[in-house]
């Protein structure tokens, strides 16, 4: 029978970092809630949203953390990057300051994610066409210079937002089923460096606690 | 923002609204030319005689009565949207002569519709009063306030309403009056409602229009006034309500109720001494019998066509008449809800005509009722028209209306005999002894009511017979106890699956509780594809994905995360285990009705628990997260 949505086979980390105001809490939002907050508050912290999505007919759980802009957060916000498997990084393309500041978000990444973590880099507000300060292909020359997958979007018409969390679950997927990213090392004990971590469907892990 | 300056600024004028001036909107004609200036002033008639000095002592008292006292036209509004009153104006054709309240929402679309449904379509033998009802569209919006939420929850799924669409309640006069040119007065109150309670409404609006006919305007504003002091519509409950001098006593069924409970209505001492109330034994329940009675050899076919949502169209002479029958038919399939729009009254004006009667797509899913002859024509190519005579020519309608006639379309259907023309076959064999039953009351003169009664028992019955194996069907697609898992999100019933279901007919189908033959596979496949199988599969997943958030919620309750050993957990896990519990408390905070507070403490402890548990990195971490911080704090 069809199984539920409960019954998924991994959760998949994600953390949203970049720039205040370049629009990360309303990427997060339009892709949990397919909806556009206008007027979204400051992210103090983290925040979390979750969404089940499927790829080549596995159940995945996102755990998405978006975190605080503000750069006095930013000392707070490294320690949300461990164990991501995932990593989307926004710049808002109508203004160049944020796109300036990718290389410092980038070492971040870096440094404090394990290196199969996958890293996709968003340029958002791609409705505001008129106001453009980065143009797309200086952009894409960034990206592949610097081996991460690009995309312009919009959260607030939801252009290539799907795509961007899609196609990023789609690599972890891949590097998983390659296996250049070991699962059984997140298995270890130690605090995990790497994930996912599998949660097996049928519930026969002898971790499982169903008490 | 101060008091001072809301009562400064703008008091004056919402106040004034408020209050109830209502607006002439007399320059609105279906035409949507505007009169003059001067006109329409001149209409301008001022319902509230103090409102002036009432607008001024509430500023001084804004404090108030902006804060927490209800406003007026508040309660008001909780059962009714406006009443109006429309006239036949020699120069603008229909117009929109008064709307109570004032400030009430219209777009001129609707007051359009309003305008055109008031007045019967082919308006020729309707002279003294006539009365009726329609459904139109709602263009502004489909918000519901509070009460009619709290109503929409507790009401039966077939008296939810339907917040796209408003009911208008008419009651149309005319009568020779030689003041007016060419010697005719016209002229309809219509009561505009979100709320489907068909007899009440009939009979609010039965009690106000001869009074407003008789002394004008005032009536209608006491009525209203009247209204504003009627309760929450809350179902469940014996309402006593005031109306014009009198008092309504009626009750407006729950969805707890037993099907076919009616609560007896009874006088009290106290009430009975000085007013009896008027008793509407059912404010919902269209007469059955009554309306029906031409067509009654032809209703088991028609209760199939309602149920797998055919297009299906009444014509009657008469709006009233069309009006009950389109009503009744929708209300054969209870208590399923007729999931597709109906027109209990349709007229060639409405905003939807092209929409409906084009004839370049396949006719509309929907339930019409009509009268204006013009209509066999545009209507022609609709498979299922059920024509009834005029049902004051008594008996002999009866019998002519029990033919059916083959539909072809060689124009055979511009035929203006009473009777059925459809191609169809029915999956079911007709139930003959129900037909001598209702032949034999009708012979030694049952009462009317008692016939309708025999007919709506009927077919609660075989409704019931038909749902009671879909019922049982979805009830074993529940997953079982020990799949619930703290660590995992609640889960979902199985899906439906037709021919999993199909298998089950044969052993234990309706013929169990009906005796009723015929093909009952074939109709289970024709009604999976409705409107009305979608609403009713998405109203009982909604119970059920509510009774397993219950129950994962007792798990995550009682589960002893102690023994769990978290620390040995991954981030991920952990951190979705945290944020499951956030979801749950939520979720309690937001269902009081079914979650106990002790299980909301208990929810809290569990988290204080669980973030005891953590290292201090991850808890750190998860403190950040303002939700989860506010969630602790108020714990502790």
């Known amino acids: 029978m069809a199984a539920g949505p409960y019954n998924y086979s991994y959760i998949f980390k994600y953390i949203i970092i970049g720039d205040m105001g370049v629009g990360k809490s309303c990427l997060l939002h339009q892709f949990t809630e397919k909806k556009f907050m206008a007027d979204c508050p400051h992210t103090i912290g983290v925040e979390f949203g979750t969404r089940i999505i499927e790829v080549s007919g596995q159940k995945i759980k996102l755990q998405i953390w978006d975190t605080a802009g503000q750069e006095r957060f930013r000392a707070v916000t490294r320690s949300y990057y461990r164990g991501a498997a995932g990593a989307l990084m926004v710049y808002d393309i109508t203004r160049r300051s944020t796109y300036n500041h990718l290389s410092s978000w980038l070492t971040d990444a870096r440094n404090l994610t394990n290196p199969n973590t996958v890293i996709f880099l968003i340029g958002n507000k791609s409705d505001l066409d008129a106001q453009r300060d980065v143009t797309y292909e200086e952009a894409k020359a960034f990206a592949d210079e610097n081996g991460l997958t690009f995309l312009e979007c919009s959260a607030k018409t939801g252009e290539n937002v799907e795509d961007a969390f899609l196609e990023t679950a789609r690599k972890i997927y891949q590097n998983i089923q390659d296996g250049s990213l070991d699962l059984n090392q997140a298995d270890s004990g130690v605090q995990p460096k790497q994930l996912p971590r599998t949660t097996p469907a049928g519930g026969g892990d002898a971790k499982q606690c169903n008490c | 923002m101060s008091l001072q300056e809301q009562s400064d600024v703008s008091v004056a004028g919402v106040d004034a609204d408020r209050l109830g001036r209502p607006v002439a909107t007399g320059e609105v004609t279906p035409t949507g030319s505007a009169t003059s200036t001067g006109s329409a002033a001149s209409r301008i008639r001022q319902a509230s005689d103090d409102a002036p000095s009432a607008s001024s002592t509430t500023i001084s008292t804004a404090n108030q009565s902006y804060m927490d006292a209800t406003l007026p036209w508040d309660k008001f509004s909780n059962w009714v949207h406006c009443i109006c009153v429309v006239t036949f104006d020699l120069e603008l054709g229909q117009a929109l002569e008064v709307v109570y309240p004032g400030y009430c929402n219209l777009t001129a679309t609707e007051k359009m519709n309003i305008c055109y449904l008031a007045f019967p379509d082919s308006n020729s033998g309707c002279t003294g009063d006539t009365r009726f009802h329609f459904r139109m569209r709602r263009f502004s919006g489909k918000s519901l306030n509070t009460a009619q939420e709290a109503y929409d929850q507790r009401a039966p799924v077939y008296l939810q309403t339907d917040p796209v669409h408003y009911f208008g309640f008419v009651h149309f006069r005319q009568t020779k009056d030689k003041t007016i040119p060419r010697g005719y007065l016209q002229k309809s109150v219509v009561l505009v409602t979100l709320l489907p309670l068909v007899n009440l409404f009939t009979h609010v609006v039965e009690t106000i229009a001869p009074r407003f006919f008789e002394s004008g305007e005032p009536a209608i504003e006491a009525a209203c006034h009247d209204i504003d002091q009627w309760p929450a519509p809350q179902p469940g409950v014996t309402f006593n309500l005031p109306l014009m001098g009198s008092i309504v006593q009626c009750r407006i069924p729950s969805h707890y109720d037993m099907p076919n409970y009616q609560k007896p209505l009874v006088v009290t001492a106290q009430e009975s ?51 009950g029958v389109v009503q009744s038919l929708v209300s054969l399939i209870w208590p399923l809800r007729y999931c597709y729009d109906y027109r209990p009254f349709f007229t060639i004006h409405d905003s939807e005509f092209k929409e409906y009667t084009s004839k370049t797509q396949a006719p509309p899913k929907l339930v019409l009722g009509v009268t204006n002859p013009f209509f066999t024509k545009t209507l022609q190519h609709w498979p299922h028209i059920v024509r009834i005579g005029d049902a004051n020519s008594g008996q002999a309608t009866t019998a002519a209306a029990a033919k059916v006639f083959k539909k072809s379309t060689d124009g055979r259907t511009l035929d203006t005999k009473p009777g059925l023309y459809s191609q169809y076959k029915p999956f079911l064999a007709k139930d003959k002894a129900l037909l001598k039953r209702i032949l034999k009351g009708a012979e030694s003169q049952r009462p009317v009511e008692v016939q309708s009664m025999i007919l709506r028992r009927h077919f609660l019955e075989v409704t019931q017979s038909f749902m009671i194996p879909l019922e049982r069907y979805l009830a074993s697609l529940m997953p079982l106890q020990k799949q619930i898992s703290p660590f995992k999100a609640a889960p979902q019933a199985r899906r439906f699956d037709l021919e999993e279901f199909l298998a089950t007919v044969a052993d234990s189908g309706p013929g169990l509780t009906s005796g009723l033959k015929g093909n009952w596979t074939g109709l289970y496949r024709r009604f999976v594809e409705s409107a009305n199988f979608d609403g009713w599969l998405r109203q009982r997943r909604k119970e059920v994905d509510h009774k397993l958030q219950l129950l994962h919620l007792e798990v995550l309750c009682a589960t002893d995360f102690s023994e769990c050993d978290l620390p040995a957990r991954h981030e991920v896990e952990l951190v979705d285990l945290v944020l499951k519990l956030l979801d749950k408390i939520e979720f309690a905070e937001s269902n009081p009705d079914s979650v106990s507070s002790a299980q909301r403490t208990k929810l809290q402890a569990q988290m204080r628990t669980i973030l005891a548990t953590v290292d201090e990195d991850l808890k750190s971490v998860l403190m950040s997260n303002m939700t989860l911080k506010q969630t602790v704090v108020a714990v502790q």
């Open chain 2, 273 to 323: 001494t000085h007013l009896a109330p008027t008793l509407l034994p059912t404010v919902h329940e269209p007469q059955l019998f009554e309306n029906l009675a031409p067509i009654v050899p032809h209703l088991q076919l028609l209760w199939e066509l309602v149920l797998i949502g055919e297009p299906l169209v009444a014509m009657s002479p008469s709006p009233t008449h069309c009006s």
